[in-house]
């Protein structure tokens, strides 16, 4: 046998892994039958996973069931891995056998060989004492630990995907404030529309970004209902009748999650809602931050023949041939975010429905895309609102242009003279390029006095009942 390579067994036999890999033979036959993408588990599957074996050997051993030597060793090394520091050992493809087992015994073996190590043993020796079966894997099953470490793992990374949203929420917010005194044409179905402050989209957009902060909240709230000691089909065979309780509180220890009991273990195995309910949340969101990224590139478009109301932070060049163009390419950066998460919601969704009975098969790749959507929203976002939103300035001169152009000011004449007397002015309007104030004055609808207050741009955007003056 070459010196680069040791022998291990499984049910199946022997087989040749890395010399120095702490993975064994049920890994190395996962990296040999499904070398598909090339990709590896995201960290929140390997912590998530983790945090689990080293709860479980914590729990066994005050139950009574696992040697405390072996315990000791198992969480020592789990604690390694919750800790990243074992990392490049967890190689097998999200595109694997169903279920998730090959990512699962690929943690169980790691902190196996870890565990054994720490008891002073050899990679290669026979005599290994820790086994990823009985003992780093008691009273557990994939059909309840990935469900579980699914749950964890989104939870892991909410409160940064929640911060990143705070953050935006609040540079949108300062935006209104600061913009509060830009009044600009609306517009509707892409055409002039009454006045609004540019401060008042603003502020519709940092709501929106609460909004939807609110309902991951919610969701995420939900991924707190935790099966783990269901093992294979919910009826917890070959667990502690205490095991689930006692998990539960030790997770909730070791997590800060406030977890609690799904309430039908026989549900947990089943079941994918809960997942593919939060990444549904995850789409709804960047539904919201794509419009707001599409409204800012309308709003800055041109900027010589677009609208040009706002300015973005110029932060690269935008072209290889036209000298001196820039694009708005954070919130086009945003849109391709926001494109590859809605992408991989529809993979959550439908291998959600794909379960089966007792168990559903799709989890590795349910678990994969969540993670992934969340990791690429925290840097999307977190780029965006530092490299765009904070830089954003407001082009007041353009703003008042376009404003003094739009015929559809005539509204707030119409509760005096009317519908259809105002609209006859709007066309005319915009058939000439007249001024309305100058058309109602030619008509003697109105006197000056009674034009100029009814064409106060700024209490326009206020709401209200615009009346004839005295």
């Not at 939900?222 to 095991?243: D, F, K, S």
Request: hydrophobic share 45%.
């Amino acid at each position: 046998m070459s010196s680069s390579v040791r022998l291990e067994r499984d049910t199946l036999g022997e087989i040749n892994v890395p010399a120095n890999a702490l993975y064994g033979a049920q890994t190395q036959r996962a990296v040999l039958n499904f070398p598909i993408s090339g990709m590896k588990p995201y960290p929140a599957f390997i912590w998530s996973l983790a945090i689990i074996k080293r709860a479980a050997a914590e729990v066994n051993r005050n139950l009574g069931i696992l040697d405390s030597q072996l315990s000791a060793a198992i969480i020592q090394a789990a604690q390694e891995v919750i800790e990243g520091k074992l990392n490049e050992h967890f190689v097998v493809d999200p595109f694997q056998a169903g279920a998730g087992t090959s990512h699962h015994m690929n943690v169980n073996e790691v902190i196996a060989n870890r565990a054994n190590q720490i008891l002073g043993y050899e990679l290669d020796d026979r005599q290994k004492p820790v086994s990823p079966n009985d003992h780093v894997n008691m009273a557990q099953s994939t059909n309840d630990v990935v469900p579980t470490a699914i749950r964890l793992g989104c939870l892991w990374r909410l409160n940064e995907l929640i911060s990143a949203l705070d953050e935006l929420a609040q540079a949108l917010t300062l935006k209104s404030q600061e913009f509060d005194d830009v009044i600009k044409s609306g517009r509707t179905h892409l055409q002039d529309a009454v006045p609004v402050r540019l401060g008042q989209e603003f502020g519709a957009y940092a709501q929106a970004i609460r909004n939807d902060r609110e309902r991951l909240m919610a969701a995420g709230d939900r991924l707190r209902r935790i099966g783990i000691g269901g093992t294979a089909a919910g009826t917890g065979l070959n667990a502690h009748p205490e095991y689930h309780q006692r998990m539960l509180s030790r997770l909730s220890e070791l997590t800060g999650q406030p977890l609690r009991s799904s309430g039908n273990l026989f549900e947990s195995m089943q079941s994918m809602a809960d997942p593919a309910d939060f990444s549904a949340t995850l789409r709804t969101l960047c539904i919201t931050l794509t419009r707001i990224a599409n409204d800012l590139r309308l709003m800055a478009s041109g900027p010589a023949t677009g609208i040009d109301e706002i300015r973005l932070p110029a932060v690269q060049p935008g072209s290889s041939i036209m000298p001196g163009k820039v694009n708005p390419v954070l919130a086009e950066m945003l849109n391709m975010a926001c494109y590859h998460v809605q992408g991989c919601d529809l993979t959550v969704a439908l291998a959600a429905q794909a379960g089966q009975l007792e168990v559903n098969v799709m989890m590795p790749i349910i678990a994969h895309n969540l993670f992934g959507m969340m990791h690429v929203l925290i840097g999307a976002i977190t780029a965006f609102t530092e490299k765009c939103i904070h830089g954003i300035v407001a082009n007041r001169k353009k703003a008042a242009g376009w404003l003094a152009k739009n015929a559809i000011l005539i509204t707030a004449f119409s509760p005096i003279l009317g519908y259809h007397t105002a609209a006859t002015i709007a066309r005319e309007s915009m058939e000439t390029g007249r001024d309305i104030s100058e058309i109602v004055l030619e008509k003697k609808l109105l006197d000056a006095d009674q034009i100029q207050q009814l064409l106060d741009v700024r209490a326009m955007t206020e709401g209200g009942f615009r009346s004839r003056a005295d």
